[in-house]
């Protein structure tokens, strides 16, 4: 691993815990929770931008496949990497968000950028990985900021959650199972493969509950009210 890139994710880990530190500072009567999903929203928009700025042709965004990452690849993966490590340990320090499928979720994605990172593999892949699963987040976490902003079932909560559903759904069961069969037919590392296959095994499990969440907010929506 290349210094620069091991002071990036060590510098980011530190800044990321830097930014939680201060908004539990300057907003006291928001929860744990609230001021981690900030971070949260800011990663996840600073990773689509830098994703997406990594990619030297939009024709082909996912080529060449199994190549060593560009230098804007990696950097874009060491923020993201630096995002996790922070947030594994910031979760496991919550009660509301320590969850199996969460902490699986953060493993196999440290583990399979870490990987990319240290063999010098599989830029393409795992940058088009992580702008098919940052996507929808800013809306994930928009809706839970929502809820404790006083706007729980409210037009604006229910607009969020469709539009996090649409755009989850379309970016992991399209854009996903295309990216893992060519993840999985390239000549990857046998860990990047494993993530590639835990990432679309996760956003299934994650798309059947959504799937469920939204049938049911409007089912709910949509009954009688009983005066």
Known sequence: MEEQILALIIVGVISWTTIFLFLRKVLPKRSY???NRTV???HATLAVFLASRSVGDWRSPISPLAAKPSPAQMRALAV???YLLYDLVCCMLDDKRITVDTVIHHVVSISGIGAGIVYGKSGSELVAALWITELSSP???ARELLKELGYRDTDLNLAVDIVFAV???VARMVGGPYLAFKTLSADNPIIVKAMAV???LVSAFWFYRIARMVKYKLTKRNSPKVA
């Open 198 to 200: 835990g990432l679309q």
């Open 167 to 169: 755009i989850f759904s």
């Open 33 to 35: 929770e609230f001021c």
């Open 40 to 42: 949260s929203t800011i």
């Open 80 to 82: 993201t990497l630096s």
């Open 139 to 141: 809306f994930l976490h």
